[in-house]
T-cell receptor, first 113, second 108 residues
Framework: DVKVTQSSRYLVKRTGEKVFLECVQD?????MFWYRQDPGLGLRLIYF???????EKGDIPEGYSVSREKKERFSLILESASTNQTSMYLC????????????FGAGTRLSVL | DAKTTQPNSMESNEEEPVHLPCNHS???????IHWYRQLPSQGPEYVIH?????VNNRMASLAIAEDRKSSTLILHRATLRDAAVYYC?????????WGAGTKLIIKP
């Protein structure tokens, strides 16, 4: 079975803290994605990566950065967390582009106080 | 901008068919149409996808309009376990353009 593992299910941070959300996949997928999920807004793409060290901005990249040093790991970084970044964060991976099936992690619910 | 729209919620009775609609107003000819669902406290999971013709798998069927501006996910016999939020999307340049999701409520 494909497995996408997000390092934390729940995270509470303070405003201004630097936050790292980690995601690991075990299927040798080229593509990895970070989404944010808010009620009524569905899934919004923050960043995606189609290869090691490669990244592309999604719809809402402001306030976020990403890192992909190894194929299996994709990190989302909040340089200075703010309360409006309180949300559910979902990581996904796929074999080829977006027309490949995306496999999701269980999500990290981040609260910024 | 690409746009995908879905109804906010739908209700259905258990063991009856369910038709979930999606509009893909700006989809292009080479973009696949995808459907995922999200059960409570889980990440989304793949249901089905297609390009032009109708598609069937063990979970559901996908009907795609001839002009590809709309699609319908069909659950042939809904069970309580099908209660979830269903997302449709069209892929474009590595990205899936997601709808906001339809919450499907199944009544026993």
């Amino acid at each position: 079975d494909v497995k996408v593992t997000q390092s934390s299910r729940y995270l509470v941070k303070r405003t201004g803290e630097k936050v790292f959300l980690e995601c690991v996949q075990d299927m040798d997928h080229e593509n990895m994605f970070w989404y944010r999920q808010d009620p009524g807004l569905g899934l919004r793409l923050i960043y995606f990566s189609y290869d090691v060290k490669m990244k592309e901005k999604g719809d809402i990249p402001e306030g976020y950065s990403v890192s992909r040093e190894k194929k299996e790991r994709f990190s989302l970084i909040l340089e200075s967390a703010s309360t409006n970044q309180t949300s559910m964060y979902l990581c996904a991976s796929s074999l080829r582009g977006a027309s490949g099936i995306q496999y999701f992690g269980a999500g990290t619910r981040l609260s910024v106080l | 901008d690409a746009k995908t729209t879905q109804p906010n919620s739908m209700e259905s009775n258990e063991e009856e068919p369910v038709h979930l609609p999606c509009n893909h107003s700006t989809i292009s000819g080479t973009d696949y149409i995808h459907w995922y669902r999200q059960l409570p406290s889980q990440g989304p999971e793949y249901v089905i996808h297609g390009l032009t013709s109708n598609v069937n798998n063990r979970m559901a069927s996908l009907a795609i309009a001839e002009d590809r501006k709309s699609s319908t996910l069909i659950l042939h016999r809904a069970t309580l376990r099908d209660a979830a939020v269903y997302y449709c999307g069209g892929d474009s340049n590595y990205q899936l353009i997601w709808g906001a999701g339809t919450k499907l409520i199944i009544k026993p």
